[in-house]
């Protein structure tokens, strides 16, 4: 097992190389710079257009600018300023993480919590008229963008009220006593979560849907139909549990996205994540910032897999010595 | 007769004594959560603010902005979120009334110069205290101004903190006047050094010292260890979500009454990620006003405000100026086929644009009212120059351009040897190349494409082709600061703030990085620059009134005779704000409706 799991943290180096290198150049690529947005400023001298290039080290060759990022990375965990913050680039993005994992996590439980009994539901009334409006939703849910169904579900909360439009907490949520402050949160937390939740809802809910049907056909379900069991038994206690295997497997694949996951609806919520710190970051051309963020995204992914591929190895010991 | 030495004396003991009551006045530093107004004594000299009702305490009121704050020091602040926070918790020597458009006294309460025009000396207010009770003395101009003049922090304020490319030389008498030369005299002086904000040195000098200027003061930085000059201080700062202001409670600006300002209780600044988020928010009542309203939507805003108790403001000419303009820059650095000093464009077509006659039929084919019915929707209306009709001082009806007169357009290309002949509807010069360019703009603003839209076909009805080229805002500012990758160009340019005609130097010299049509020159490529840069010295410098509207008249019908940038419309401004705010009085000069928040209050429900 240490093995395994030796070899795949030195496989994530390379992963994590190539990303930074794509993302430097690309950012090298893309025209003007941080300090673009300045220019167009007629109070702002050129010189000092160029004085600030110098102090942000932009004035140097890129590669010289890449392999010294990489040294104060890899040396000093010293992830660099952001241009536009003035401040370190591991601060903002601690500060954007928590927010965004609170949002996925609610997303993933909106997802899991939905999917795992109507595909079971589907299951068990198969090529019924419950079975036929479950795919037809899905399948509405599957081709609805993300930005779509969060603008409308934005215009809905502004025309009726019932839900705040974006933003994370109300204004003096920090005198609120812990309930109303959870209660506020979490009102706040709804359309970001629906919106990212049910994404993911149509193709989960098919998986498990199809697992349990490949289940229901074993020869196990019907030895135990045959022994005159109740269908509900049936169900629940043989082919359910069997059925649930591969889906947590699935379960640990889904990790990995609970960063990136979310960004469109961080934007559309202003949701203070993780997301919206990239977005901003990247219109500016806050170099190290995006950097940082697209590093923090990699290495949730890449931890993600990890998870996922050691609850398979546990299931299934022959990968782990494969 | 008075002796002047005794004179001398008495007038230190009479200051040492103010000093001392002054000091009596600012607290020992305690902060406290809640807002009492009274909680410290008011100084002895205190700034009426002239304002048209007398308020209540208490209340909020609630803005949106597009991006949230970069950092809460004043002296970093470059775009215009941060200047909106910081310029409420820092104040100048001296601010600018964005309704008057005048300045007027700040922190200094009075200011004379000597005959020379080169020395000012200002008269602080006796016992201005930071949000800490820390006294607010001639100490801290001194040292903000050191900082802003640090070469190896180089805040973008210094730029504009010199003459002749010197910087100012301050000296402080006493703690109570700061006197500062300048290497010439400046007409703008007074108002240009409101732009210095003044910071505690008690608190950021120490940083300062071992090279952490750039750090102080930045987002992590706890509220109350934000020590501020303004009539605000921090209150709270939620990154991404909003920014909360809560009244300084030593701030020496009062009512008529005598009463300590700000009335309102708190001053909310709430991020969201775009414009159509702000509309939903204002809609939803998470705002109390909407800063930026495109004109498409002035309709629909003015159909809700009766059913949604809010105002539509009428809030006039807006100050920015929008335009196009030829490349008429030359090679800088060689490359493949362009030899340094060659026209960017190329001979045959710099041969055009360098023509003011080409220049100006471009201008006559141009129908304006269309591009004020369509893009702009009927909001807009025709302007000549960088200071719009919304600028109270220095609008010049009797200048104007090139209108349009598509006839005349055609005689002057005529005239020029352009004739269509080949009979495919485009003109050709004299050496049979077909009359055609470019036009570039930003891909994220409808109103430019469609104003494009509208220029190709008017210059198509005179024989003249025009492709369309979109490309985004980061490009464009590449194109044309430095890779000139470009034929035309549509912009607008903004008014500073104050506006005045001395802040576009960068426009208006031929030496400026914004001289757009051909930025950076050595010596000035044509008559008309020559003299327009030396109207312009005599405009900046010079502290009579009747020379700087004379040379500013000459300059403007100068630019406008060589036709160096082709005028299109400006947009007339208008926003909603909700009922229920006294004092509030939205202008159309940035910021449209902060400018005056320290006296903006809640109105009693009767």
């Known amino acids: ?322 | 007769m008075p002796v002047p030495g005794v004179a001398r004396a008495s007038a230190r003991v009479v200051a040492i004594t103010l000093f001392a009551g002054a000091l009596a006045g600012c607290g020992s530093g305690e902060r406290s959560a809640a807002v009492p107004r009274n909680q410290h004594a008011l100084p002895p000299d205190t700034m009426t603010v002239d304002a048209a009702e007398l308020g209540d305490y208490g209340g909020r009121f609630r803005i949106v902005e597009t991006s949230g704050p970069r950092t809460f020091n004043a002296f970093l602040a470059n775009d215009q979120p941060t200047n909106d926070v910081t310029n409420r918790l820092f104040i100048g020597l001296t601010e600018f009334d964005n309704f008057t458009q005048q300045t007027v006294p700040s922190l200094a309460r009075s200011w004379e110069h000597a005959p020379d025009g080169r020395t000012w000396t200002f008269h602080l207010r006796r016992g201005a205290c930071f949000s800490d009770g820390h006294p607010l003395t001639a100490d801290d101009v001194l040292f903000s101004f050191a900082v802003i003049y640090d070469d190896s922090l180089h805040p973008s304020v210094q730029d504009l903190m010199k003459v002749n490319g010197q910087k100012f030389e301050l000296s402080a008498p006493d703690s109570y006047t700061v006197v500062i030369r300048a290497a010439g005299s400046l007409a703008i002086f007074p108002t240009l050094v409101g732009a210095v904000r003044i910071m505690p040195k008690h608190v950021l000098e120490a940083a300062w010292k071992r090279g952490a200027m750039a750090s102080s003061y930045g987002l992590a930085t706890p509220p109350e260890q934000v020590v501020t000059s303004g009539a605000w201080k921090l209150e709270r700062f939620e990154p991404g979500v909003r920014t909360i202001l809560g009244p300084n409670p030593y701030w020496f600006g009062v009512d008529r009454r005598g009463r300590r300002l700000p009335y309102l209780d708190q001053l909310l600044f709430e991020i969201v990620p775009d414009q159509n988020t702000a509309s939903l928010k204002f809609e939803a009542g998470d705002v109390d006003a909407v800063d930026n309203v495109r004109p498409e939507d002035y309709g629909l805003y003015e159909r809700r405000a009766q059913a949604g108790n809010f105002t539509v403001y009428d809030i006039g000419p807006s100050l920015i100026s929008n335009f196009f303009w030829f490349n008429l820059n030359r090679v800088a650095t060689p490359s493949a086929g362009h030899r340094v000093g060659d026209p960017v464009v190329g001979a045959i077509r710099y041969a055009w644009f360098s023509n003011p006659t080409f220049r100006r039929a471009v201008s006559k084919a141009i129908d304006r009212q269309a591009i004020i019915r369509g893009p702009l929707f009927g909001y807009g209306f025709e302007n000549w120059s960088t200071m719009t009709e919304g600028s109270r001082e220095w609008f010049t009806p009797s200048v104007r351009g090139d209108d349009y007169d598509p006839e005349g357009a055609r005689r002057l290309l005529a005239g020029l040897g352009f004739r269509d002949r080949d009979g495919d509807g485009v003109l050709e010069d004299a050496a049979r190349n077909p009359v055609s360019f470019t036009l570039k703009t930003n891909g994220d603003s409808q109103i430019r494409i469609a104003t494009s839209d509208l220029i190709r076909d008017d210059l198509a009805k005179v024989g003249i082709r025009v492709t369309l080229s979109q490309v985004d805002i980061k490009t464009l500012v590449t194109n044309f600061r430095s890779d000139f990758d470009y034929e035309a160009l549509l912009l607008g340019l903004g008014s500073a703030v104050p506006s005045d005609p001395a802040m576009a130097g960068n426009f208006y010299r031929s030496s400026g990085a914004t001289h757009y049509w051909n930025v950076r020159q050595r010596n000035p490529a044509t008559e008309a620059e020559r003299e327009i840069d030396s109207l312009f010295e005599i405009h900046a410098d010079t502290l009579d009134a009747a020379v700087r509207h004379a040379t500013w008249t000459r300059i403007q019908n100068l630019l406008n005779q060589q036709c160096f940038v082709v005028w299109l419309p400006s947009q007339m401004m208008k926003l909603p704000a909700r009922n229920g705010f006294g004092n509030l009085r939205p202008v159309a000069l940035p910021h449209r409706l902060l400018w005056n928040i320290d006296r903006v209050f809640v109105r009693r429900r009767s």
Request: aromatic share 8%; net charge positive; glycine share 8%.
């Open chain 1, 1 to 322: 097992m240490r093995a395994f799991l030796i070899r795949r943290l030195l496989q994530a180096i390379p992963i994590l190389l190539g990303v930074t290198a794509l993302t430097f150049l690309l950012l090298q690529l893309a025209p003007g710079d941080v300090l673009s947005q300045f220019s167009q400023n007629p109070t702002i001298a050129a010189e000092t257009l160029d004085s600030m290039r110098h102090r942000f080290g932009l004035d140097r060759p890129w590669y010289v600018q890449y392999l010294l990022y990489l040294r104060n990375v890899a040396l000093r965990l010293d992830f660099g300023e952001s241009f536009t913050r003035h401040q370190p680039v591991f601060a903002v993005i601690r500060e954007g993480l928590g927010n965004t994992l609170l949002l996925s996590g609610a997303a993933a439980l909106i997802t899991w919590g939905l999917a795992i009994p109507l595909g079971a539901w589907a299951a068990a009334r198969r090529g019924r008229r419950v079975d036929r409006l479950l795919t037809a939703l899905a399948s509405v849910g599957l081709a609805v963008p993300e930005l779509l169904s969060g603008l409308l579900l934005l215009l809905i909360a502004a025309r009726t009220g019932w839900f705040p439009v974006g933003g994370m907490h109300e204004a003096g949520w920090e005198r609120l006593g812990w309930w109303a402050r959870g209660v506020d949160v979490l009102r706040h937390l709804a359309l970001p979560a629906l919106v990212v939740g049910l994404v993911p809802l149509a193709a989960r809910m098919r998986q498990m849907r199809a697992q349990l049907l490949d289940t229901l056909h074993q020869d196990y379900i019907t030895a135990a139909r045959a022994r005159g069991l109740s269908e509900t038994r049936v169900l629940f206690r043989h082919a359910l549990r069997n059925a649930l295997n591969p889906m947590i497997t699935l379960f640990g694949l889904t990790l990995g996205a609970l960063v990136s996951g979310s960004f469109v609806a961080e934007v559309v919520f202003s949701w203070p994540g993780l997301g919206r710190i990239t977005m901003e970051a990247l219109l500016a051309e806050d170099r190290y910032l995006v950097m940082g963020a697209v590093l923090m995204s990699t290495v949730v992914l890449t931890a993600g897999n990890l998870v996922a591929d050691l609850l398979l190895a546990v299931a299934e010991p022959r990968l782990r010595d494969g």
